[in-house]
C-alpha cells in the first residue's frame, strides 16, 4: 500500500457541486426541461453537499435552490450553494420559488425511481398545471461520471478494504460463524471511519456490508439482484452471512463494500482454512483469468455489453459457462456495475446495456462462478476508466488465501 | 436476565400467516376494497412469510396469490401459503391472476408510502380500469398489533441489548471515538446472531443500528426525524456515532436496536467515564421520573396524544420544558413510536395521534432532555401494552453508569 494522503475535505467541496450542476443542466436543456425537483436524500447531497431534509429545485438555466424543511442552519453549514430558504410544508414550494424570481417550470423532472408514489401524487397536486417526468435516469446518468474529487473518496473506501483483508488471517477461526467473522470486519471497518449504512438505489434492493459465505451457502440464491446470495440469518434477511459455521477445506468469499465519506469500493477476496477442494482452485484460477482478459480488453469506446459478453465467452472457453455469474435464479445477467454514493450505480456491464464505455466512469467488475457441490468463487475489483483503460481503485492482494 | 429458552422458529408460522391475513382481509372489507397487491419486502414478509421478490395479491374475501419473480423455490420453502406461482414480467399479474379463478378487483391497495412513483404509474399502466388506493395505512393499522410469537421474538432483539449493556464497561476507554465504540458493540451484537440492517419505512429515513453520541454531539439536529441527532461520520451520513473522540465526564447516551427474526427492539441508556457534570446527573433522574409516571398511567384506553401531553407537564413540572425531546430543528412533538419489522411503525405517540392505547401494541417511550452545555441525556425502554398496563421489553439495569 502507498502511504495515506492527508484525508480530502468531508464537505462536498463548491467545485464539485459548481461542475456537477453544470453538467447535470446541460442534459436538462438537450431533453427540453425547465428543472427538476429533488428530495431524495442522496441526490439532495450530490447535487447540493447537504443532505437535510428538504428540496432542491434545480432549473436548467437559473440558480438552484435549495429548501430546507427541517435544519436550515446545518443545511447552510454543509451546502455551498447561495440560494439555501427555510420550508414549512411542500405547498409552499411554488409560492417561495416565485418569490425568488424563478419562473414557473412548464416541465418538471422527478426522481420517479425512488420518489414515493404518495410523495408523487401529492406533488401532482401542488404542480397542477406542469407536465410531470421521470429523471431518474437523467440523474443517474450524470452521476455516473466520477471527478477527480469522488474517486479519491473512493480509493480511501478501496484502501479500507486492503487494510482489512490484512486483517483476515488473524480473525478467521474455524468454528466461527459467518456472522461472527462479518461483526469482526466491521468493527475494523468502523475504527477505519467507515459510515457502516451502504446506500442502493434500487426498490427493495437493501445490503448490509456486503457477503460473506462459505461452502455450500454461498451457492443459494437471495432476493437480491446478485450473483451471491446466501441463507442470511433467516427469511426476514435472507442474503449474506448467517449462522451457519465456518469449517476448514471450504471456499470463503468476502465480498464487502468500504465507505468513505459516503462514497463505496466493492472488492471480492477469497479464502480458506486449509487447503480448498481442487474444483475451488481450479475456479479461482478461471475467474482471475477472466479478469485478466477484460483487464486489458476493457477500453474507452467498448460497449458495456461486450465486456459482458467477452466473460461469458471466455468462461466458456475455460469451460464454466453453466456455472458463471450464479446458478438457476441467481443467475445474473450482467459482469459488473456502476458504484459511487450508490452501489447500484450506472454503467450496468451486461447484456442489456450498450453505451460504449468512457472516462471517468467507475464501476466494478466481478466475475463468479457458482459450484454446485462447493458455493461461491469469485473475485471482484472497482475500476476506474482512463484514458489508458481500466485501473483497480481497489488494491488488496488477489491470492486465494489457504489460512 | 432469565435464562433463555431455545429460540422460536426462524420461519414465519403458518397460524401467524393465517391470523394477519385475516385480520387485514376484515380492514379491506371495512374499506371497501377488493384486493390489494404488495411488493415491499417486509409486507411480502408479514403477509406471506417470504421477501423472495414478486408480489402478493391479496384479496378482501379469497385466497391470496404470492406472484414469484425470481426465485420461486425459495419462496415456497419459506411461505406457507399455498398459491405460489413464478412470474415473469409484471405484465401478466391480470391474466395470471385470472387463471386462478381470482375475480379482477374494481378498487385495488397499493403501498403508496414506500411504491416508487415509477411502480406505480407501470401498475396504473397494468390495471387500466381499477380504481387505485393507497392502503399504507390500513397496513400499518394491521402490523401495530404483535402476536404473542412476534413478541417473543423482540423478547429476544431486547435481551441481545441487556447483553451488550453489560459489555460496555468492557470496551468503552477514554480516547476511543464513537464509531469505534459502536463498531465493538455492533460486531458483539452480530455474535448474537444481529442481521445488522435495520429497516425503516419513511422516506429518507435511514438508521444504522442506532446512535451512540458523546458530550454536545448528542444535540446536534440530523436529518432524521428523531429527538437525538449527532455529526455522523460527515455530511454524507450526518446521524449517530462520528470520528469525535469519547472524553471523561461527557454524556454518553447508547441508543441502540437490536434484532432478532427481522424484529426489533429500542433501548437507550447512559454513561460516563468519571463523574459526568451535575445538570447531567440532574436531567438523568427527571428523565426517569418521566418514564416512572409514564409507566403508571399508559393503560389501555389512554389515547397516544395524552401519553405525550402527560410526559410534556411532568418535563414542565421537573423545569425542562425547553430541553426536552430536541432543541431548536431537532425538536419533535412525541414521546415514543410502535417499532416491530420497522423502526417507525405505528402507533406514534405524540401530539396528532388521538388512538387509543390497545392490548397487543408494542412501542417505545424515549424521554429524552437536549442540555445546550452537555448534549444529550435520556432514557429509552420498549414496551408492550397488556390489560394491566406497559410491560417493558428491554431488561437492561437502568442506572446511569459510571466507569
Known amino acids: 500500500m502507498e502511504p495515506e494522503n492527508p484525508s480530502p475535505p468531508l464537505f462536498v467541496p463548491s467545485s464539485e457541486i459548481e461542475n456537477r450542476l453544470s453538467r447535470f443542466q446541460d ?6 426541461l425547465d428543472g427538476v425537483l429533488l428530495c431524495q436524500n442522496v441526490d439532495l447531497l450530490y447535487f447540493s453537499g447537504t443532505m437535510q431534509p428538504g428540496y432542491l429545485y434545480l ?10 424543511r427541517k435544519n436550515l442552519e446545518r443545511a447552510m453549514e454543509e451546502s455551498s450553494l447561495t440560494n439555501i430558504v427555510a420550508l414549512s410544508s411542500s405547498k409552499e414550494i411554488p409560492t417561495l420559488l416565485t418569490e425568488r424570481d424563478v419562473s414557473p417550470p412548464q416541465t418538471l423532472g422527478l ?4 420518489l414515493p408514489a404518495a410523495n408523487y401524487l401529492q406533488l401532482k397536486n401542488i404542480f397542477k398545471k406542469t407536465r410531470l417526468l421521470n429523471v431518474s435516469f437523467l440523474i443517474r446518468k450524470c452521476r455516473m461520471f466520477k471527478s477527480p474529487w469522488e474517486i479519491e473518496n473512493m480509493t480511501r473506501a478501496a484502501r479500507m478494504l486492503h487494510k482489512m483483508v490484512l486483517e483476515v488471517p488473524r480473525l478467521l477461526r ?13 468493527a475494523f471497518l468502523r475504527r477505519e471511519g467507515h459510515q457502516g449504512y451502504i446506500r442502493t438505489r434500487g426498490f427493495n434492493q437493501e445490503m448490509f ?10 451457492g443459494k440464491s437471495s432476493y437480491l439482484d446478485s450473483p451471491s446470495g446466501g ?18 477445506h471450504e471456499a470463503i468469499s468476502i465480498d464487502f463494500v468500504g465507505c468513505h465519506n459516503g462514497y463505496l469500493a466493492d472488492q471480492t477476496r477469497m ?22 482478459s477484460l483487464r486489458i480488453k476493457t477500453l474507452p469506446g467498448i460497449p458495456c455489453d461486450q465486456v459482458y459478453f467477452w466473460a461469458l465467452e471466455e468462461a466458456d472457453r475455460l469451460g464454466y459457462l453453466t456455472h458463471f455469474m450464479g ?12 458504484l459511487g454514493l450508490e452501489l447500484d450505480e450506472l454503467p450496468v456491464i451486461g447484456q442489456r446495456f450498450d453505451w460504449p464505455l468512457e472516462t471517468g466512469m467507475v464501476f466494478a467488475l466481478e466475475p463468479k462462478m457458482v459450484l454446485p457441490e462447493h458455493g461461491l468463487v469469485g473475485i471482484e475489483n472497482t475500476y476506474q476508466m482512463t484514458e489508458q483503460g481500466i485501473i483497480p481503485i481497489t488494491t488488496a492482494p488477489e491470492n486465494f488465501q489457504i489460512l
Do not use: C, N, W
Open 174 to 186: 474455524p468454528g466461527m460463524t459467518e456472522i461472527e467473522l462479518a461483526g469482526q470486519l466491521e
Open 327 to 338: 446458478l438457476g435464479p441467481s443467475l445474473v445477467r450482467y459482469i459488473g456495475h456502476g
Open 59 to 68: 432549473p436548467a438555466q437559473e440558480e438552484p435552490v435549495f429548501l430546507a
Open 231 to 248: 441463507a442470511g440469518v433467516g427469511p426476514a434477511f435472507s442474503q449474506g452471512a448467517g449462522k451457519k459455521l465456518i469449517r476448514a
Open 271 to 292: 479464502f480458506s482454512l486449509g487447503e480448498p477442494p481442487a474444483p475451488v482452485k481450479e475456479a479461482y484460477l478461471a475467474v482471475q483469468e477472466i479478469q485478466q
Open 111 to 114: 426522481e420517479m425511481d425512488v
Open 27 to 32: 442534459l436538462l436543456i438537450q431533453e427540453g
Open 209 to 218: 456490508y456486503g457477503h460473506i459465505l462459505s461452502g455450500l451457502e454461498g
